[in-house]
């Protein structure tokens, strides 16, 4: 599938969820990792613009990230990228979101569009 960089500079984000590990199966717990055999975190952001529109991202990311709930963040390297499934005999289709990390603005990242994948 193809990757959408996403440029974030007009964008307000603000973490909702907590970190917390990608599950993929919910019988057996059984944890997303990627090639490297990192666990995969899934971080629930709010994406505000200039004109007040608000929406909600669940952005995947390798490793723990050290933010907390009402935290202004940046999704540093942030993509957009098309997926579809069968599921329950149903085709489903979407739009999901990637990152290589996410920080806390107070960190001082004002880069996050140059590492952007």
Known sequence: MRNIPV???????????APRPKVLNQETGEVKVDRDGQTVFTVGLSAADA???VDLLNVAVTGDQSV????????????????????????RWGVA?????????????TSASSDVA
């Open 7 to 17: 440029d974030v500079s007009a964008l307000t984000f603000v973490c909702v969820s």
């Open 51 to 53: 004109m007040g529109r």
């Open 68 to 91: 907390t709930i009402g935290e202004v963040v940046t999704p540093v390297g942030l993509v957009a990228f098309p997926w579809e499934a069968v599921l329950g005999g149903e085709k």
């Open 97 to 109: 979101f990637r990152a290589t990390r996410v920080v806390p603005v107070s960190s001082g990242s």
